[in-house]
């Protein structure tokens, strides 16, 4: 939607309010990145407590830092593509109030996940 031309303008900024502004704005992003990171890492040692260590793979579905670590460097091509529950999660917070849909994201990443996959089996030959 495009605001309306009747709208009352708001006058402009300050730069020092401007900054403090994007300071406080730029720190809020990080705490949400951040606090997603760290939910999904103590939601997968929860779950490895119970069942074990995960596969890799399994892993990189959940939280991709973690999952990365675990892999050989023949085998993350999906996971890398994919990106974990745990960045789908930080896209959705930033997106959020965006007017931009999450509808088509998690079809278009497992796409990319699986094309990522097929891309760096074919190279793989010729990298190492």
């Known amino acids: 939607n495009f605001p ?3 709208a009352q303008k708001r006058p402009p900024l300050s730069a020092p309010a401007a900054l403090i502004g994007a300071v406080r704005g730029g720190v809020a992003a990080m705490a949400g990145v951040c606090g997603f990171v760290i939910f999904f890492l103590v939601l997968l040692r929860l779950g490895e407590s119970f069942l074990g260590p995960l596969p890799p793979l399994a892993a990189g ?3 991709l830092t973690n999952g990365i670590l675990r ?4 085998r993350g091509g999906f996971v890398l593509g994919w ?24 079809p278009a990443k497992a796409m990319q996940g699986a094309v990522s996959a097929v891309l ?4 793989w030959s010729w990298v190492i």
Request: proline share 3%.
């Open 83 to 106: 990106g974990g529950l745990s960045v789908h999660c930080q896209t959705a917070a930033v997106l959020g109030g965006s007017g931009i849909s999450m509808r088509w994201y998690l």
């Open 61 to 63: 579905l959940v939280e």
């Open 4 to 6: 309306s031309t009747t």
């Open 120 to 123: 760096a089996a074919a190279v």
């Open 71 to 74: 892999l050989t460097p023949d």
